[in-house]
């Protein structure tokens, strides 16, 4: 199909687009062979899920009806959905805001050139900002005001099928909820709200939402505490595991405080961490404990995993999940919450959940960004930065920098430790997404993770080869520094997608990481891709 | 007479409209926070580089600063300059802004309207047909009056046609566009349009003057065709714009202010503490079906 308009979207179609024409990347990217190409989609996808919409498969819980009953039953809870967005009773929390971006766009289309997944895809009709949410608009007036004059003349000429909504429930998951287009729109409304409105519904009502955000996220998390399932005792033995870890990277035994009554801070982490980054838990031990702060960590599993994979979908779980890890910090009396590298767990733990709770149970939550900065900034660690005198760019996760307003901290952190830093362009508060958020980064189903790398991911990294243009193709390390876990683990995936550590020493991490590695009190690299003996020639024995 | 009652009818229901739409917003139930950094309310260099309270250690403990000059300042940026299309799409700022410019100077000059109307019937006469009165302020009226409708109408009536023309031939704006947008931009040019035609035979906006001291003694408007089609028009559209999408001038002060940059923390004891109080005590009296919310609705599918 050609030309798409958002009422295209009902037409039946094996596929409504075939993605091709990326956005090209820099060198060394710029040459062909660079990049592997889409597979092909295996059949049995297209007959069992949504491939229709444009090839790639991301919510697995999005079935195909397989009868006529099916099928109205889908459309059927689906309009029945919609009501309960436009209800005061049922949309208490997100009325106003949802209210004010459906009805008042001008479709001026400022917000497409925001997007890094239209700009990324090669200005993909389906993936401009406001393509999703006028075929929102149009189902919902086509519903309200059926066949009438009015309901064409507003915009309601679209067929609500099966294939509507099935392909409106993949699209849902085709935007990173970055809310960059917001900051364009000279109205002040917001596309990623109404994509999330639109993967609200589909949970909320009609219980669809990706295996790895709803089934095997909250709903775990809910049940055992933590998304990763973990146990207590598994906890305790991680613990006694990163203890031993910290001494072998080290040379330094440090005791993990866990579960510390009255401790002034309960450090948070996503458990996510604990299981493929233990070097960042343990450098926030490092320097916890080097700089003699009271804290603790919780072995209650909802108050050690600070992840909330409820603001990516679902209202009332972000709440339960939310009001449950601050109910563990009430119960444990620390003063205030610290939380470690998660992007998103920030903005659930501050932003998200705040107005969800009064009085005792409003436990003070912070980043530890503006900690650390504080602690640097006082001299508490004898720093030396040329420890990490390499080239270093830093991604801003959109949670932290344009959802939270956090931005000079983590600057200040960095230009402290490493004397190569270069920012990526745009950053701050304007950055791009690293392509993993929203989810993204742990939906790894079919062929999705294409999706993510080729595309969603893409933005991010033409900006880290931008970052690094000059020094590209030396072999010197180069660290890309993304101080939350999602958006550390999209970018892990590109660099491995893209061969980019295999063929150009591009290496990905936390910012802690890079400041205990400045620490001159150890005579070894914190960093791993760092060469041992050249650093220790380097750095401790001259 | 009925003219001048149907310019009364129009105006109470452009303001009336325009006030039940912000009341609507207004009442709706307390959001959960959705702010968008930069806010322009944070102190310092933060509302302009994208900061917030956030950065501060301890946050909770330190006196709550606002800059209400940033929010103005950044407000009126927004109002009068629309600001962020400026910065992001200046092509299209260029015929949008026309549009917005034209009817800001088309309010101007309804209010020089007045000014002059009142002049008049007050006893000095802004022109006579021998011309503008010498009276310094008789004139000042007489020309600001021409200078802001003149303007405002060639710019509106520029806006609207180019935005109609560029949603007609422009593809990507036009596969977006619904009937009844093109219709609103229509409306309005019909207006300036008609508008037009009325002023060609009265450049000074005379007429313009001699509804208004109609307006202000109650007494019938002199009309013919052409001003009888206009004034129909023009309040048609009045009436019509607070019902429509047309209606932003509401939407967005709510979109900025109450959505996007309202960062207001609950902290203990404050009054956004009392309001999330009230908020988290209601019961709602619907619910959403999926299982994992309601148990019940899905047994009783079965």
């Given at each position: 199909m050609g030309d798409i308009r958002p009422q295209d979207i009902s037409k039946p179609s094996e596929q409504l687009v075939k993605v091709e024409n990326l956005m090209p990347l820099p060198a060394p990217y710029d040459k062909p062979g660079m990049e592997p190409d889409f597979k092909e989609i295996k059949d049995s996808w297209k007959e069992d899920y949504c491939a229709s919409l444009d090839g790639f498969v991301g919510n697995e819980a999005?079935?195909?009806?397989?009868?006529?009953?099916?099928?109205?039953?889908l459309v059927k809870g689906f309009l029945r959905g919609l009501e309960k967005l436009f209800?005061?009773?049922?949309?208490?929390?997100?009325?106003?805001?949802?209210?004010?971006?459906?009805?008042?766009?001008?479709?001026?289309?400022?917000?497409?050139?925001?997007?890094?997944?239209?700009?990324?895809?090669?200005?993909?009709?389906?993936?401009?900002?406001?393509?999703?949410?006028?075929?929102?608009?149009?189902?919902?007036?086509?519903?309200?005001?059926?066949?009438?004059?009015?309901?064409?003349?507003?915009?309601?000429?679209?067929?609500?099928?099966?294939?509507?909504?099935?392909?409106?429930?993949?699209?849902?998951?085709?935007?990173?909820?970055?809310?960059?287009?917001?900051?364009?729109?000279?109205?002040?409304?917001?596309?990623?709200l109404l994509a999330r409105e639109i993967r609200k519904l589909f949970s909320m009502e009609l219980g669809i939402a990706p295996k790895p955000l709803h089934e095997k996220g909250t709903m775990l998390q809910l049940k055992t505490g933590s998304s990763t399932g973990i146990t207590k005792d598994a906890f305790l033995d991680m613990i006694e595991f990163l203890e031993e870890d910290i001494y072998e990277r080290t040379g330094k035994k440090y005791k993990i405080p866990v579960d510390k009554k009255g401790a002034d801070i309960l450090l948070t982490h996503n458990a996510g961490e604990y299981m493929a980054w233990p070097e960042n838990p343990a450098a926030f031990v490092i320097l916890f404990e080097e700089a003699g702060l009271d804290w603790t960590l919780s072995s209650d599993m909802?108050?050690?995993?600070?992840?909330?994979?409820?603001?990516?979908?679902?209202?009332?779980?972000?709440?339960?999940?939310?009001?449950?890890?601050?109910?563990?910090?009430?119960?444990?009396?620390?003063?205030?919450?610290?939380?470690?590298?998660?992007?998103h767990a920030h903005k659930a733990a501050m932003?998200?959940?705040?107005?969800?709770?009064?009085?005792?149970?409003?436990?003070?939550?912070?980043?530890?960004?503006?900690?650390?900065?504080?602690?640097?900034?006082?001299?508490?660690?004898?720093?030396?930065?040329?420890?990490?005198?390499?080239?270093?760019?830093?991604?801003?996760?959109?949670?932290?920098?344009?959802?939270?307003?956090?931005?000079?901290?983590?600057?200040?952190i960095i230009k402290a430790v490493a004397p190569q830093f270069r920012e990526m362009y745009p950053h701050g508060a304007k950055n791009f997404c690293c392509g993993g958020g929203s989810g993204f980064a742990i939906m790894k189903s079919f062929n999705f993770p294409e999706f993510r790398n080729k595309i969603s991911s893409r933005m991010k990294f033409k900006q880290i080869l931008e970052a690094f243009q000059g020094v590209m193709e030396e072999d010197i390390p180069k660290y890309v520094a993304a101080p939350c876990s999602n958006c550390k683990g999209a970018i892990r995936d590109i660099l491995e997608y893209y061969q980019a550590t295999a063929k150009f020493n591009v290496h990905y991490g936390g910012l802690v990481e890079l400041v205990v590695n400045a620490m001159v009190q150890f005579d070894r690299p914190f960093l791993e891709f760092l060469d041992e003996e050249e650093f220790v020639a380097k750095h401790v024995k001259k | 007479m009925l003219l001048t009652v149907f310019v009364y009818v129009s105006i109470l229901a452009f303001i009336g409209l325009s006030l039940y739409k912000a009341y609507q917003y207004a009442k709706m139930p307390m959001h959960g926070r959705w702010e968008?950094?930069?806010?322009?309310?944070?102190?310092?260099?933060?509302?302009?580089?994208?900061?917030?309270?956030?950065?501060?250690?301890?946050?909770?403990?330190?006196?709550?600063?606002?800059?209400?000059?940033?929010?103005?300042?950044?407000?009126l940026k927004e109002m009068l300059f629309i600001k962020?299309?400026?910065?992001?799409?200046?092509?299209?700022?260029?015929?949008?802004?026309?549009?917005?410019?034209?009817?800001?100077?088309?309010?101007?000059?309804?209010?020089?309207?007045?000014?002059?109307?009142?002049?008049?019937?007050?006893?000095?006469?802004?022109?006579?047909?021998?011309?503008?009165?010498?009276?310094?302020?008789a004139s000042l009226v007489y020309y600001a009056t021409f200078i802001s409708g003149g303007a405002g109408a060639l710019l509106l009536g520029?806006?609207?046609?180019?935005?109609?023309?560029?949603?007609?031939?422009?593809?990507?704006?036009?596969?977006?566009?619904?009937?009844?947008?093109?219709?609103?931009?229509?409306?309005?040019?019909?207006?300036?349009?008609?508008?037009?035609?009325?002023?060609?035979?009265?450049?000074?906006?005379?007429?313009?003057?001699?509804?208004?001291?109609?307006?202000?003694?109650?007494?019938?408007?002199?009309?013919?065709?052409?001003?009888?089609?206009h004034i129909l028009l023009l309040g048609a559209v009045m009436i019509y714009i607070p019902q429509t999408k047309m209606s932003h001038y509401v939407g967005k002060y709510f979109a900025f202010h109450k959505v996007l940059w309202d960062n207001e923390p609950n902290l203990r004891n404050s009054k956004m503490e009392s309001i999330v109080k009230e908020a988290i005590s209601y019961k709602p009296k619907a619910s959403w079906s999926a299982p994992h919310i309601n148990p019940a609705a899905q047994q009783e599918k079965k």
């Open positions: 999005l079935v195909r009806p397989k009868t006529k009953e099916e099928e109205e039953a209800s005061d009773e049922t949309n208490r929390n997100y009325l106003q805001p949802f209210l004010l971006s459906f009805e008042y766009c001008a479709k001026c289309n400022t917000c497409s050139e925001a997007c890094h997944v239209f700009k990324a895809s090669g200005e993909q009709e389906i993936y401009r900002p406001i393509f999703r949410s006028e075929v929102l608009r149009k189902i919902a007036k086509k519903h309200f005001n059926g066949d009438s004059f009015w309901s064409k003349f507003t915009g309601g000429d679209i067929d609500i099928n099966a294939e509507t909504i099935l392909r409106l429930g993949e699209l849902a998951y085709r935007c990173n909820l970055c809310r960059r287009c917001a900051q364009t729109c000279p109205l002040g409304l917001d596309n990623g909802i108050g050690y995993d600070n992840v909330n994979y409820g603001l990516f979908y679902d209202d009332a779980q972000t709440r339960k999940i939310g009001l449950a890890q601050l109910k563990a910090a009430k119960e444990l009396g620390v003063r205030r919450i610290v939380v470690g590298e998660c992007g932003v998200s959940i705040d107005r969800a709770m009064v009085g005792e149970d409003n436990i003070p939550r912070e980043s530890f960004l503006p900690l650390l900065a504080d602690l640097i900034k006082k001299g508490v660690y004898k720093l030396d930065p040329s420890r990490n005198d390499f080239p270093v760019t830093m991604h801003d996760p959109c949670n932290v920098a344009r959802m939270m307003g956090v931005i000079q901290p983590q600057r200040d | 968008l950094y930069p806010v322009p309310k944070e102190p310092g260099g933060k509302g302009h580089y994208g900061g917030s309270y956030y950065e501060d250690l301890e946050w909770w403990n330190k006196p709550r600063e606002v800059s209400h000059a940033g929010e103005i300042i950044d407000m962020n299309l400026f910065i992001n799409q200046r092509r299209q700022w260029w015929l949008s802004y026309a549009l917005h410019l034209g009817i800001y100077l088309l309010g101007l000059w309804t209010v020089l309207l007045a000014v002059g109307a009142i002049t008049e019937l007050s006893g000095l006469t802004l022109s006579t047909p021998e011309g503008v009165s010498n009276n310094a302020w520029f806006g609207s046609l180019s935005l109609f023309l560029k949603r007609c031939f422009n593809n990507t704006f036009a596969k977006y566009t619904t009937p009844q947008e093109y219709f609103n931009l229509f409306f309005l040019f019909a207006v300036v349009a008609s508008g037009m035609v009325v002023w060609s035979a009265d450049p000074g906006f005379n007429y313009g003057r001699e509804i208004m001291k109609a307006l202000f003694t109650f007494s019938p408007i002199q009309a013919d065709t052409a001003l009888t089609i």
